[in-house]
């Protein structure tokens, strides 16, 4: 079994329409991120958590809410979507020890029309 | 501000040749480490080597290797007997001291052509 997936792998929606994506991680690391992939761009960081009560903006936060509800669990949410949060998203997990080695989940493709 | 910048959008290269990848950041920070990652068509992020700004010597990983330059701040990968398998987008990216944060340039479209 994968050690960080993420649900759902592919989403479309309609702009407003609130949307969570969802990561899990078996790995037991503390830390996670969300990254927003985009063509030409690369991925750049949104949220990123280092424990369950730490959690802080990156990069490119405005638009997203995040939640770690649980070590091995922090969600993305987009309170109202909008077309140009059209991307592809990543879920990342690291130990504290090493915290430059992260773990990728497989992405979540998001469409919003 | 810390940036990674990727200036070839696209390269190719015939199987069994050697490719390089150039990559250049920008940091004032002394402890680092530098990636590249490679994503496949499946999409999923995989790295492919890592380097720790405090090593002189170039890391390698197989058919994968390095040129390090802490002073002029770049970093290349030289993909050496170039396989159909190793067609993928490639990733430069650095993370600064011990935050785990990923800092991406805009990424290489390698293509190896048969």
């Known amino acids: 079994d994968a050690d960080v997936t993420q649900t759902p792998r592919n989403r479309i929606t309609k702009t407003g329409k609130r949307i969570m994506l969802e990561c899990s991680q078996t790995?037991?690391?503390?830390?996670m991120y969300w990254y927003r992939q985009d063509p030409g761009l690369g991925l750049r960081l949104i949220y990123y958590s280092f424990d369950v009560k730490d959690i802080n903006k990156g990069e490119i936060s405005d638009g997203y809410s995040v939640s770690r509800q649980a070590q091995a669990k922090f969600s993305l949410s987009l309170e109202s979507a909008i077309p140009n949060q059209t991307a592809l998203y990543f879920c990342a997990t690291s130990d504290d020890l090493k915290p430059y080695e992260q773990y990728f989940g497989p992405g979540t493709r998001l469409t919003v029309t | 501000a810390q940036t990674v910048t990727q200036s070839q959008p696209e390269m190719s290269v015939q199987e069994a040749e050697t490719v390089t990848l150039s990559c250049t950041y920008d940091t004032s920070e002394n402890n680092y480490y530098l990636f590249w990652y490679k994503q496949p068509p499946s999409r999923q992020m995989i790295l492919v080597i890592r380097q720790e700004a405090y090593k002189q010597q170039n890391a390698t990983e197989n058919r994968f290797s390095v040129n390090f330059q802490k002073a002029a701040k770049s970093f290349s990968l030289k993909i050496s007997d170039s396989q159909l398998g190793d067609t993928a987008m490639y990733f430069c990216?650095?993370?600064?001291?011990?935050?785990?944060?990923?800092?991406f340039g805009q990424g290489t479209t390698l293509q190896v052509k048969p």
């Open positions: 790995k037991g690391h503390d830390r």
């Open positions: 990216a650095f993370s600064p001291g011990n935050t785990g944060k990923l800092i």
